[in-house]
């Protein structure tokens, strides 16, 4: 048995922490902003805003937890690790933002039913300075290439409600110019349709890791035919791939072959950490002349 695991960098506490701290400073300032505005305005899609806003306070700070979590080493009780912290932060910060969307929704339809009286130029003056707050934090936050599915659960908060301040500056100039009260509900549609249409997809993403399931971008039967396509690897069997978290991709697999053990496992983690960047590897050579499935555990079990 043989277990490879590659080191990448993963940034300081005080790395990730700083853009959340000041995310949230900012966040907390136009929340109130807008609260102030939206109730002075009589504005749903900025009072809207204004709490999507409040939840991104909650989703930095779980961020910062998340954090914290995420770097404590491993014990024997969590040999690896706090890793999948971030997994359940991000479905956390994503459960949040359903349930506040699923709340705007039914306040629109009732305001669509009777639409009140909007002041158009307060809610474009206070959208247009949440819009520039929105674009701050989002060069903060900005998760990269590499980013974790924490920073990016704190950065779908952020482009929600940029683009929730975008439309409420529409609605605001449409009423300011035409008197069409309607148009605020239904920005605070069309903000609530695209925030749950991209929470989704994380919080999908975030469900594949809990469920063990196959990356996103790695093909399983590549994987496999390239570990066969090795010279001398006879068969290969129990083979799984899945993801430890947004940064760490793990791999375990039982090889057949006559090859030298050490040569062939070096060769093994280099095809596969340099065209699939799997950071975890566990290979199990058998020998060919001694293998019998009947006498391998994992394969009696169906692991």
Request: charge should be negative; proline fraction near 4%.
């Amino acid at each position: 048995m043989n277990d490879h695991d590659c080191h990448h960098h993963i940034p300081t506490l005080d790395e990730e922490k700083k853009p959340f701290y000041w995310a949230i400073a900012i966040a907390f300032i136009f929340m109130i902003l807008e609260i102030v505005g939206g109730l002075i305005a009589n504005s749903l899609a900025l009072i809207s805003d204004a709490l999507h806003m409040f939840a991104d306070v909650g989703a930095l700070a779980l961020g910062l937890v998340v954090i914290s979590i995420f770097n404590r080493p491993s014990n024997v009780k969590k040999s690896y690790g706090y890793q999948r912290a971030e997994v359940l932060g991000a479905l956390a910060s994503g459960a949040v933002l359903w349930v506040l969307m699923f709340f705007l929704i039914y306040e629109g339809v009732e305001r669509l039913m009777d639409p009140p009286e909007v002041k158009g130029p307060i809610v474009i003056i206070i959208a247009t300075i949440g819009l520039i707050a929105n674009v701050i934090m989002m060069k903060l936050l900005h998760p990269g290439e590499n980013g974790s599915l924490n920073m990016h659960a704190a950065y779908l908060h952020v482009l929600g409600d940029l683009l929730g301040s975008v439309g409420v500056i529409a609605s605001g100039f449409i009423i300011w110019k035409t008197g069409w009260y309607p148009i605020d509900p239904l920005v605070t549609f069309l903000i609530a349709i695209l925030i749950l249409y991209s929470s989704g997809k994380m919080m999908k993403k975030a469900l594949d890791i809990l469920m063990e399931g196959v990356p996103d971008g790695i093909d399983f039967n590549a994987v496999l035919e390239d570990i066969k396509a090795i010279k001398q690897v006879e068969e290969v069997h129990d083979l799984h791939i899945w993801a430890l978290s947004s940064r760490k991709n793990c791999l375990s697999a039982h090889v057949v072959s006559n090859k030298d053990e050490h040569q062939l496992l070096a060769e093994i983690h280099r095809i596969l950490g340099e065209k699939y960047k799997i950071q975890h590897m566990t290979i199990q050579i058998e020998d060919h002349n001694h293998f019998d499935p009947k006498y391998c555990y994992d394969c009696q079990n169906g692991s």
